[in-house]
């Protein structure tokens, strides 16, 4: 666990996080964005290259598990809320598109964007 503010951010893995965020089967995050080294890319969402200049790690564990709590009219999915979803395929309701542990390991990723 790493200190950051007055929360504690789990320690993820950022090679774990790099493929998460690849992944067609996982965060497939590259559907929408696009990063440095990362081919092919979405140009949908913002390109993260210096995200984490610009976000601390708690606010890019926002944005992973439910970027609607800060930008409500955000077309990125909430990757680990499961509740107050209307759009759901019955064999995914309830559940999270994300582990916590996923979520950990893409914000440590995101976190060397910078």
């Not at 503010?5 to 559907?31: K, L, W, Y």
């Not at 696009?34 to 092919?40: E, F, K």
């Not at 709590?69 to 309701?93: I, K, N, Q």
Request: charged share 25%; proline share 6%; with cysteine.
């Amino acid at each position: 666990m790493v200190a950051a503010g007055c929360a504690t951010i789990p320690a993820g893995d950022p090679a774990r996080g790099r493929e998460v965020f690849i992944s067609r089967d996982q965060g497939h995050c590259v559907a929408c964005h696009s990063a440095a080294g990362i081919r092919p890319a979405g140009n949908v969402g913002p390109v993260l290259d210096g995200v984490a200049s610009r976000l601390t790690a708690e606010q890019l564990r926002q944005c992973v598990v439910d970027i609607t709590r800060m930008r409500p009219d955000a077309a990125m999915p909430a990757f680990h809320r499961t509740e107050g979803l209307t759009r759901v395929a019955s064999d995914y309701r309830g559940k999270p598109v994300l582990t916590r542990e996923q979520v950990d390991d893409v914000v440590a990723w995101l976190e060397t964007l910078k």
